[in-house]
């Protein structure tokens, strides 16, 4: 089955920073702060990981549940742990894929001046001035 949402996130993420994944994972890691990179790509291994527990789920529910296989007295439990499992999968993957969309979608390339900078050009969509934050948050 393939992992679409994951992929696009991927893709984004590479297509935002210039470089194949496996080069940004290595330029993440040898960092000592947190930084940008870094959380987009934990995110985006959050959805990896429910992908493939919602993959590996859907299996065992299918084996479970096979029209040619007698249902026992300890397969219902089972069962409903597997619909439960999907379920909090789907919620993770949709939840991660949300915010980490939102973000990739504010963040933009930035023409790099130099090429041993690649992977730390790009930045944030400029946050609104002090007073119209102050203003806005007194409407509320």
């Known amino acids: 089955m393939p992992h679409s949402t994951s992929q696009l996130i991927a893709e984004h993420i590479e297509s935002l920073y210039g470089r194949p994944r496996a080069e940004l994972e290595a330029h993440a ?3 000592d702060h947190p930084n940008m990179l870094s ?22 529910l299918r084996q479970l549940v096979h029209p040619e296989r007698e ?17 909090e999968a789907v919620a993770v993957r949709d939840s991660q894929a949300k915010h980490i969309t ?30 119209v934050a102050a203003a806005s948050a007194r409407t509320r």
């Open 102 to 131: 939102a973000v990739l979608q504010s963040l933009h390339r930035v023409p790099a001046r130099d090429t041993a900078h690649a992977t730390t050009a790009t930045t944030a969509a400029p946050s609104p001035a002090p007073a």
């Open 29 to 31: 890691d040898s960092t």
């Open 71 to 87: 249902i026992g007295r300890f397969d219902a439990g089972h069962i409903h742990d597997c619909a439960r499992r999907i379920g």
């Open 39 to 60: 959380a987009l790509l934990a995110a985006h291994q959050t959805v990896e990981f429910a992908e493939r527990d919602l993959t590996f789920q859907l299996q065992r």
